[in-house]
């Protein structure tokens, strides 16, 4: 379900932002006519859009467990844009609506990195001083368990319940490595050593 969702998120979204980048280059290339015809054509299809892009949002806020200060900042820049958006087009002024279009591009860019600064930096998991059969557990607990929980069986963000999981080991070291969804990829914050650790330890949650 969340999987769909967040496909379906993103789809709508990249067509509200085709929607918009069309409509401003109109207004902004002085074409009043021809915005006043795609809007008019496309007004169905964006109500739609719109409805799409709120109702999955609200959805993935709801069911995600990655909400930091990112997803805060992104609902209050989208809420700035909206408001700019209406009175750019409605009294056709250019300067609104391509600042109502950069803060659109914006909070699709805080989306993404969930990070306010869309900064994609990786942490990664310090393990020098554990004990090597604490390894796993350790990078389990610093990166797993937001979504998977402690025993494996929360499900946020779309997780599996990894208790139940039917992958072969080489199948789980290439899901941690490369990542799936909206699973992220550890093959920049991990070591090979460190995924192997983690991925052991996650086996024992059977």
Do not use: R
């Not at 795609?38 to 719109?50: D, G, L, N, R």
């Not at 409805?51 to 809420?79: C, Q, R």
């Amino acid at each position: 379900m969340y999987t769909g969702m967040l496909h379906t998120h993103k789809l709508v979204v990249s067509l509200f932002l085709i929607l918009y980048l069309i409509k401003t280059a109109l207004l902004v290339l002085n074409k009043h006519d021809a915005l006043d015809s795609f809007t008019k054509k496309t007004k169905v299809a964006e109500m739609i859009i719109s409805t799409l892009f709120l109702l999955t949002g609200i959805y993935l806020a709801m069911n995600s467990a990655n909400n930091g200060t990112w997803l805060w900042m992104k609902l209050f820049v989208i809420a700035c844009s909206i408001p700019l958006a209406v009175i750019g087009f409605k009294k056709k002024n250019q300067s609104l609506a391509l600042i109502s279009l950069m803060f659109l591009i914006y909070a699709y860019g805080i989306s993404e990195t969930k990070s306010p600064f869309m900064s994609d930096e990786k942490k990664k998991v310090d393990t020098t001083n554990v004990p090597v059969a604490e390894v796993g557990k350790k990078i389990y607990e610093e990166k797993c368990t937001l979504c998977h929980g402690s025993d494996g069986k929360l499900g946020l963000s779309g997780a599996k319940d990894l208790t139940q999981s039917t992958l072969s080991h080489a199948e789980k070291i290439d899901l941690v490595m490369n990542g799936k969804n909206a699973m992220m990829s550890f093959k920049e914050q991990l070591t090979p050593e460190q995924v192997e650790a983690v991925t052991q330890y996650v086996e024992t949650l059977h």
